[in-house]
Nanobody
Framework: QVQLVESGGGLVQAGGSLRLSCAAS????????MAWFRQVPGKERELVAA????????VYADSVKGRFAISRDNAKNTVYLHMNSLKPEDTAVYYC?????????????WGQGTQVTVSS
């Protein structure tokens, strides 16, 4: 099992930028697919972005394409979410998740989440 800790959330004005970090400990995530999800109260959690173990392939929700970028530094056991041109509808709790077998659907480990609030 790997422990994930997100950081970097906060309050930002529309059009601004934030970088979220997900630091892993307990095990190396260098062979894991990783992802960022977000959730708004009363709504289902949604996949924002995912990245394969090597970083060579990424996927994004249509709502964030061209604005967000997921990246990873396996030497630092850390995954990032770079968020640009933020909109009020991006307001949510953002979670980091680990997919040890690179299934694309089964995420075994989750962080506690970090709040992102975008003001209009």
């Amino acid at each position: 099992q790997v422990q994930l800790v997100e950081s970097g959330g906060g309050l930002v004005q529309a059009g601004g930028s934030l970088r979220l970090s997900c630091a892993a400990s307990g095990r190396s995530i260098s062979t894991y697919a990783m992802a960022w999800f977000r959730q708004v109260p009363g709504k289902e959690r949604e996949l924002v972005a995912a990245i394969v173990w090597s970083g060579a392939r990424t996927v994004y929700a249509d709502s964030v394409k061209g604005r967000f970028a997921i990246s990873r530094d396996n030497a630092k056991n850390t995954v990032y979410l770079h968020m640009n041109s933020l909109k009020p509808e991006d307001t949510a709790v953002y979670y980091c998740a680990a997919d040890p077998r690179s299934t694309g659907v089964q995420y075994d480990d989750w962080g506690q989440g970090t709040q992102v609030t975008v003001s209009s």
